[in-house]
């Protein structure tokens, strides 16, 4: 059975903190891992990865995968409130264009 | 107006109603999907479709069933609604260029709950 799973499911820091986030996954036909995030509606991209130890990066949000280890790290650097969000993590397939969810990190930034 | 749109935007019913939320895209994309997010399980994938004549089961379709009337149009519908299928559901959709970026487009979500 596949599996997407994300930790911490919680976390709560302050303004100017670090934050690291963790997806690891158990698929058949692994293609790509993508990040969004969610805020009270609809999520929303991040980025998406496909080959290991490429970072990518917007701003104060970076993302790698590493393909062996089947894990990808999510780091927001110098964290501010509006970075309070679910941070949802997907897996998509060779095969299909559908993706499977973790659970999601829900980060909380205090002022 | 949004690229991905869902009616109703909330709705409660009771148990054994039948209850269709419908979907709505003006991106141009064929595929389109229907998700439901729960507290600490994340999105669940129902139903997706690849194109009007293409309808597949996801990971969770029991007591579900999906219509795509068109293109840019895909239904849910739960024939006779129970508690558990109190959730926040979402469409979203993709093109061709998923294959480039995988990105999925969301519609903002329609908050069923079943009494």
């Known amino acids: 059975e596949d599996k997407v799973v994300q930790s911490p499911l919680s976390l709560v820091v302050h303004e100017g903190d670090t934050v690291t986030l963790n997806c690891s996954y158990e698929v058949t036909n692994f293609r790509s891992l993508l990040w969004y995030k969610q805020e009270k509606k609809a999520p929303t991209f991040l980025f998406m990865l496909t080959s290991s130890g490429i970072e990518k990066k917007s701003g104060r949000l970076s993302s790698i995968l590493d393909k062996k280890e089947l894990f990808s790290i999510l780091n927001i650097t110098a964290t501010q409130t509006g970075d309070s969000a679910v941070y949802l993590c997907?897996?998509?397939?060779?095969?299909?264009?559908?993706?499977?969810f973790g659970a999601g990190t829900t980060v909380t930034v205090r002022a | 107006d949004a690229d991905v749109t869902q009616t109703p935007r909330n709705r409660i019913t009771k148990t054994g109603k039948r209850i269709m939320l419908e979907c709505s895209q003006t991106k141009g994309h064929d595929r389109m999907y229907w998700y439901r997010q729960d507290p600490g399980l994340g999105l669940r994938l129902i139903y997706y479709?690849?194109?009007?004549?293409?309808?597949n089961k996801g990971e969770i379709s029991d007591g579900y069933s999906v219509s795509r009337q068109a293109q840019a149009k895909f239904s849910l519908s739960l024939e006779s609604a129970i508690p558990n299928q109190t959730a926040l559901y979402f469409c979203?959709?993709?093109?061709?260029?998923?294959?480039?970026?995988?990105?999925?487009?969301f519609g903002e979500g329609s908050r069923l709950t079943v009494l």
């Open positions: 997907a897996v998509g397939y060779l095969i299909d264009y559908k993706l499977s």
């Open positions: 979203a959709t993709s093109g061709t260029s998923a294959r480039n970026t995988g990105e999925l487009f």
């Open positions: 479709s690849f194109d009007v004549k293409d309808i």
